[in-house]
């Protein structure tokens, strides 16, 4: 009895030692769950991360994110990393170079897997995201684009108002569809400390008009409806939009000679439903039926609650386009866009630095009728961004689950067959009063600029970008700060 309990005891501790032994082999074996793409997870390989790893993750991309915003917050000399500029004589660069080579790469980007997906001219659908300076919710959006069924016959367009290495990387490596990268050329990046960036002539944005006035400060004429100066971080959102669709519409759709394409909204904060293309697909199809005289689709709906999300999965509404409930995931051609280009003037004057409550007064006074738009009552364009301009929480895994757990939920609910329109309402809501931050009258003199973004201005002419044009950069190769990831090389010397 006594050598069975020796043996039965022996053979216990062999059983918790291999387990033991297989515990720490499991965990400090290398895994591709675990892998990391320039501290972003891979997310097609990492569905199980636990509290702690989503915990570190974010403090290691709140952290880089508040270092690129106090980097762009010095501005005693412009910021070059992501770029590789090199002067023809070896020693200064002028802003002109420099905007003519972004102009130049921006016009004659070699547009990524052509030779796998074909040319432009089977494009129907454009996803042109806005992108900042947050790699971590770029790759969330760039997964759930790799997960959306049809998106290798669409191209992807990235604006960009800041060159991130790691974000650069990110768009790059895609390989499921065609991709065109653009570069906003009057950027905070390039310069951060003359017009339009925030210049240390320009007035404190809280300064009174009188004190303004009695220091002289540039800009001391043109406060904001609240007395208010320019927040030059504010208003780049604003001219960066709008700079973009004139590129997208002008310097893509025109310039290939496209038919016709839908161009769908995004930004680097979104995700998309894997039905999100299937459903525009239908709504496109039978928008004579839905709503003829609707110009505007609206993939996107803020949902106070997602009860209803199975419930409302195949079902429209049609309103009127509302600034604050359809600016998300929002979808328009190019007709519609003419409309809007031809307001341009109340657009570029209205005192609000947010596109879309300007494009709200547009539509509201500008045009002859007020856009009307076909929404999806079960958002497939869904927004996670809980860190970026005004408020700086960045968890993002926590609304990354949440949404990926919400989709999981239907997912046999997804892809319907057909969509019916439950939800009709012909009441125009009152457009609000202006935010603000657009006072200056050089942002607007901007703004009418950037609707023409395939025609140079020179440095010689008046304009509000004369002394950004003719100002000198010395540029020492062997100080500019380097980038572990991919740069963008501009050479000056070839007079581009």
């Not at 290495?165 to 790059?172: K, V």
Request: charged share 20%; glycine share 6%; net charge positive.
């Amino acid at each position: 009895m006594m050598v069975y309990r020796r043996m039965h005891r022996l053979a216990n501790a062999v059983i918790v030692c291999c387990l033991f032994g297989f515990i720490v082999i499991f965990l400090k074996a290398p895994s591709e769950e675990h892998r990391l793409r320039d501290g972003v997870p891979v997310l097609s390989h990492n569905p199980g991360w636990s509290l702690n790893d989503w915990d570190g993750l974010n403090k290691e991309v709140a952290e880089l994110l508040k270092n690129e915003s106090n980097r762009l917050s010095s501005y005693d000399k412009p910021d070059w990393s992501g770029w590789d500029f090199k002067p023809s004589d070896g020693k200064f660069l002028t802003g002109e170079e420099i905007v003519e080579s972004v102009s130049y790469l921006n016009e004659n980007f070699d547009i990524l897997n052509t030779a796998k997906f074909g040319d432009l001219s089977t494009v129907k659908t454009i996803l042109v995201i806005q992108v900042h300076d947050r790699p971590i919710y770029l790759q969330y959006l760039i997964e759930s684009m790799r997960n959306t069924k049809g998106i290798e016959d669409t191209l992807l367009v990235f604006s960009h108002d800041i060159n991130v290495g790691i974000n650069n990387e990110l768009i790059r490596n895609i390989t499921f569809a065609r991709v065109y990268q653009i570069f906003y050329p009057y950027n905070l990046q390039l310069f951060p400390s003359i017009f339009p960036g925030q210049s240390s002539t320009d007035c404190p944005e809280k300064m009174k008009r009188d004190k303004a006035q009695e220091i002289n400060c540039t800009n001391w004429s043109y406060p904001d409806k609240y007395g208010n100066y320019r927040v030059a971080q504010l208003t780049q959102i604003k001219h960066h939009w709008w700079w973009k669709m004139n590129f997208v519409f002008d310097g893509i759709v025109e310039k290939f000679g496209m038919k016709d394409p839908w161009i769908l909204l995004l930004e680097e904060d979104h995700m998309l439903a894997p039905d999100a293309l299937h459903v525009l697909d239908i709504i496109v199809s039978n928008r004579p039926k839905y709503c003829a005289g609707c110009e505007i689709i609206s993939l996107g709906f803020y949902l106070k609650s997602t009860n209803k999300y199975g419930q409302d999965i195949s079902h429209l509404g049609v309103h009127p386009w509302y600034s604050s409930k359809h600016n998300m995931g929002m979808a328009l051609q190019k007709n519609t866009w003419q409309k809007i280009k031809g307001c341009s003037e109340m657009f570029c004057k209205w005192d609000d630095y947010n596109w879309d409550w300007s494009l709200m007064q547009v539509s509201a006074k500008c045009l002859p009728q007020r856009f009307r738009v076909i929404f999806t009552k079960s958002p497939r364009v869904i927004h996670i961004g809980d860190c970026g301009v005004h408020t700086h929480r960045c968890e993002a895994h926590k609304a990354l689950q949440s949404t990926q757990e919400l989709f999981r939920q239907h997912k046999d609910l997804l892809f319907p067959s057909s969509l019916s329109v439950t939800d009709t309402s012909r009441r125009s809501l009152k457009p609000s009063k202006e935010n603000g931050g657009w006072g200056d009258i050089r942002d607007r003199q901007l703004c009418e600029i950037n609707k023409s973004p395939l025609n140079r201005v020179s440095a010689q002419s008046s304009s509000v970008l004369q002394n950004m044009l003719n100002s000198k950069i010395q540029f020492l190769s062997n100080k500019t700060v380097s980038s572990s990831s991919i740069k963008t090389t501009i050479n000056t010397s070839q007079n581009l």
